[in-house]
């Protein structure tokens, strides 16, 4: 995003201050669709093309959440005639996962999904690891949703090869050793459980006695900014360590996490 915004502001500082309204509008308009034809749609494509190179036949393909250039890729090795499955793992509370199986699915692959609490089982199974990311940032680390870390911490003690798929346009100039400095906070709101529906008085004397307690407990819960002393965070990135990333794949070809930065000014120069 730090990229194409800079890439607009340069083009905005270029323009001719003496242009008519409407001309300026229409060529940034033009500006920014062949900014994301070019770094995002054509790049996609061909990361693509060469990370289905990384799958062979029988491989078992893992990945986490859902990523629109992991798929890519994905669809890509099963229209080459490729025969492997996908372990799709997935968390709370986006279960952005199930899209992607569903996804997958119906694209005729075979897939396998499980909650984030089965990552230990997928280990065993999998052959490749490959993530997409948000972020690669400038000491080789990947920024992406939170729980990938995990992930490849458990594929990296597993010996299974950890694969970034990520466009140069998503290569930072910036440095990050956790996710508490630079991250985003999704609502909190998100993490509870919906409210359960209000029971009729006859349905409440059915229950035990324990059962309401734990409904209230519950219920409480939703009133969460009113309990003293609780607080609840819902962060949207994680930051996993270079020594867990075996390669990078980006419209350039296959760069080791170290090379990110010489990529990113070679990729974003002038921006």
């Known amino acids: 995003m730090g990229n194409a915004i800079r890439y607009l502001k340069k083009i905005i500082g270029e323009l001719d201050p003496d242009q008519q309204e409407q001309d300026v509008k229409k060529f940034l308009c033009e500006e920014i ?9 054509v790049t996609d494509q061909a990361i693509a093309e060469l ?21 890519k890729t994905i669809l890509q090795a099963h229209a080459n005639g490729k025969r492997f499955r996908v372990i799709v793992v997935d968390s709370r509370p986006l279960f952005e996962g199930k899209k992607l199986a569903i996804s997958l699915m119906n694209a005729g692959v075979e897939v396998e999904y499980l909650p984030f609490s089965g990552i ?12 997409g990311a948000h972020s690669m940032l400038s000491n080789g680390r990947l920024q992406s949703r939170v729980g990938t870390a ?9 010996h ?14 910036k440095v990050a050793l956790d996710s508490i400095v630079l991250n985003e906070v999704a609502p909190s709101e998100e993490l509870l459980l919906p409210k359960p529906p209000a029971r ?5 004397t059915d229950k035990k006695d324990n059962e ?28 996993t360590p270079a020594d867990y990333i075996r390669m990078v794949i980006c419209e350039y070809g296959n760069v080791p996490p170290s090379s990110v930065p010489a990529v990113h000014r070679l990729a974003n120069e002038g921006m």
């Not at 995990?150 to 597993?158: L, N, P």
């Not at 299974?160 to 100039?173: D, M, Q, R, T, W």
């Open 33 to 41: 669709d062949r900014f994301i034809r070019e770094r995002i749609t």
């Open 51 to 71: 990370a289905s190179n990384q799958i062979k036949d029988g491989s078992v393909v893992l990945t986490y959440a859902k990523s629109s250039i992991v798929e």
């Open 120 to 131: 230990a089982h997928a280990v065993k199974e999998a052959t490749l690891l490959l993530l």
């Open 150 to 158: 995990s992930v490849a911490m458990q594929a990296h003690k597993a």
């Open 160 to 173: 299974i090869p950890v694969i970034v798929c990520c466009e140069s346009v998503k290569f930072s100039g």
């Open 200 to 204: 009729g008085p006859q349905q409440n």
């Open 212 to 239: 309401d307690e734990d409904e209230g407990q519950l219920r409480s819960l939703h009133d969460w900014k009113d309990i003293k002393g609780l607080q609840i965070l819902n962060l949207m990135y994680d930051i």
